[in-house]
């Protein structure tokens, strides 16, 4: 039972870091238009979503 816990929680913690990715990749573009800065972007993952937010955010 506790091993089938720990094997979701890291499934639930990879989708986050994919989905901090994809999201990042997405904001970098559509404010940069430059592929090179969404790749730096999306490797940052949540750190940039969250600088972004603070930055841009109302």
């Not at 094997?7 to 901090?20: C, W, Y």
């Not at 404010?31 to 999306?42: D, K, M, P, R, T």
């Amino acid at each position: 039972m506790e091993r089938t816990v720990v094997m979701n929680r890291v499934a639930v913690a990879r989708a986050g870091i994919s989905f901090g990715s994809a999201l990042a990749i997405t904001i970098s573009w559509s404010a940069n238009q430059s592929i090179l800065w969404a790749i730096v972007h999306g490797v940052c993952s949540w750190l940039y979503v969250i600088y972004y937010a603070f930055r841009y955010g109302s």
